[in-house]
Every structure is written in C-alpha cells, then in structure tokens.
C-alpha cells in the first residue's frame, strides 16, 4: 500500500526509516484484519438468501471486493404472461432491456459502517428501472433494506425475511418455485 523511497536516507536517518517502514507495514497489515473480519462478518450475518417484502422474489446477497452486493435468485412467477423468462425491460438504458432479471444484480457497493451497518451502496428496482441510495441492516431473520435519495431519513425501508438455502436458484433450475 505505501511505499517510501529510502534511496536518499543517511546512515544517521536508517534507524528511522526503518521504523516508519516498520509502522506502515503494521498499518497495513491492521487494515486487513478490518477487512478481513468484515468479510466474515457478512458472511454471518448479512450473507444469504433473502425473501423481498412481497414475497415475490428473493435476493442472495454476498460479499464482493470487501463491499456486499446482491442479484436475484428466485422468482416466484420466472414468466411473463407471454410465458418467456422476465426481462429488464424497463431499464432506461435500452441496451440493457433485454438482461434477463434472474440472476440480475439489484444491490451494490454497501460498505460497512461503524455501527455494523451497511450504507453507502444501491439498490435497483427493476419494476421501475430506478436506482436509489441503499443502506442495509440485519436483526436475526430479517434485513431492512432502506432506498433513499440523498437523505436516508427521508428514504423508504423494506423488511426482507431469511429465505432457506435450498431455496431452488432460478439461475440453475428451469422450473417455477413456488
């Protein structure tokens, strides 16, 4: 992480030097514990899959690049009333319309705060192709998933309930669960 040109440093300064090589080495070595635990920590907690508040849908959440994220795992109606897989289809980027919403990726970013919490991520809505601000918080079986705009009290929160792991994966099965 850092790096300290000693090239210039006299024989009176090396004791020194080494000893500010020696701090920084420390400091980064404490900076990966702290990642290295939050991300056991999200595997503990936050991990997992979960059933959105309607029921509907469930979304597996995971840790990516010491953040966590999340993608779409199980729908409880995969079809459209054309019988074909749903689509992203209101996506303002119609580039992306055609991105099947199973397995899509809704949440994104959210790093861990000091309370334990998560903020500073986002959340994507596919039923109306809208990303907001999102912020995370697990108590026992249930995630809070909050969406906001600029100011988090002013967002809306979801409760999300633990779904069971062999929930079946709509990215590996063909069939409907319900």
Do not use: H
Request: aromatic letters at 8%; one cysteine or more; hydrophobic letters at 40%.
């Amino acid at each position: 992480m850092w790096t300290f040109d000693n090239t210039a440093v006299s024989a009176t300064a090396a004791p020194r030097a080494g000893r500010v090589n020696l701090i920084a080495g420390l400091a980064s070595l404490a900076a990966a514990a702290v990642l290295a635990s939050s991300a056991a920590s999200a595997q503990s907690k936050e991990a997992g899959i979960w059933y959105d508040d309607t029921g509907k849908g469930a979304v597996q959440v995971f840790p990516c690049d010491g953040k966590l994220c999340g993608r779409i795992v199980w729908l409880k109606e995969p079809l459209g009333d054309d019988g074909k897989p749903l689509y992203d289809g209101y996506n303002p980027n119609p580039n992306m319309r055609a991105r099947p919403i199973c397995g899509l990726q809704v949440l994104g970013g959210l790093t861990r705060q000091a309370d334990g919490s998560w903020d500073e991520g986002w959340v994507y809505d596919p039923k109306v192709g809208k990303s907001y601000n999102a912020a995370i918080e697990v108590s026992g079986k249930y995630l809070t998933l909050t969406g906001y705009l600029g100011v988090r009290m002013l967002g809306q929160s979801f409760t999300w309930t633990k779904a069971p792991a062999s929930l079946p994966n709509c990215m590996t099965s063909k069939a409907a669960a319900n």
